[in-house]
T-cell receptor
Framework: GAGVSQSPRYKVAKRGQDVALRCDPISGHVSLFWYQQALGQGPEFLTYFQNEAQLDKSGLPSDRFFAERPEGSVSTLKIQRTQQEDSAVYLC????FGTGELFFGEGSRLTVL | DAKTTQPPSMDCAEGRAANLPCNHSTISGNEYVYWYRQIHSQGPQYIIHGLKNNETNEMASLIITEDRKSSTLILPHATLRDTAVYYCIVRVNYGGSQGNLIFGKGTKLSVKP
């Protein structure tokens, strides 16, 4: 597709379950970002990849959050033992080489019951 | 990245110009002003960016003051579809996770018929 694709769009998990959120960036985009957006707030940075290398994971809120991009294309954000405070929209964005603009997906809305 | 200040909300009549202000008094010489918007249930969408000159594209115009301490995003003929949260962000243009966007709470623009 032409844009950033995220799946699932909606996920309901019971507290304690593990979840995996997928991001398919724009083809050829080197940089990939994950953000978390709580209700009524702006997106907050979680982690950044350049190709397959995770260069910044300073925004990950706990060691229950793990992200990977093994082949430098598709990325997965995994949340282990989900808690209610993990309920949020998780946004993925990609950026091409030599540009400043980030292209965002529509997000994955996670609800933890 | 420099902090920005935006009004929390604004109203605009359909067909009129919407002028969204942003203060960024601590902006550095190598930081650009970026504007994104987020329509309900969608990911943020790039609108425009600039360094010191005024910029115009098919979506909007960006007016940056000479001292670069503030800017205004102008939607020349607002439509109902322009109802969204508008984020003003300042950052260096490229470079690893320095290219990360730091979002505030933005301005919620409501375009009314």
């Amino acid at each position: 597709g032409a844009g950033v694709s995220q799946s699932p769009r909606y996920k309901v998990a019971k507290r304690g379950q593990d979840v995996a959120l997928r991001c398919d960036p724009i083809s050829g985009h080197v940089s990939l970002f994950w953000y978390q957006q709580a209700l009524g707030q702006g997106p907050e940075f979680l982690t950044y990849f350049q190709n397959e290398a995770q260069l910044d994971k300073s925004g990950l809120p706990s060691d229950r959050f793990f992200a990977e991009r093994p082949e430098g294309s598709v990325s997965t954000l995994k949340i282990q033992r989900t808690q209610q405070e993990d309920s949020a929209v998780y946004l993925c964005a990609s950026r091409g080489f030599g540009t400043g603009e980030l292209f965002f997906g529509e997000g994955s809305r996670l609800t933890v019951l | 990245d420099a902090k920005t200040t935006q009004p929390p909300s604004m109203d605009c009549a359909e067909g009129r110009a919407a002028n969204l202000p942003c203060n960024h008094s601590t902006i550095s010489g190598n930081e650009y002003v970026y504007w994104y918007r987020q329509i309900h249930s969608q990911g943020p969408q790039y609108i425009i960016h600039g360094l010191k000159n005024n910029e115009t594209n098919e979506m909007a115009s960006l007016i940056i003051t000479e001292d670069r301490k503030s800017s205004t995003l102008i939607l020349p003929h607002a439509t109902l579809r322009d109802t969204a949260v508008y984020y003003c962000i300042v950052r260096v243009n490229y470079g690893g996770s320095q290219g990360n966007l730091i979002f505030g709470k933005g301005t919620k623009l409501s375009v009314k018929p």
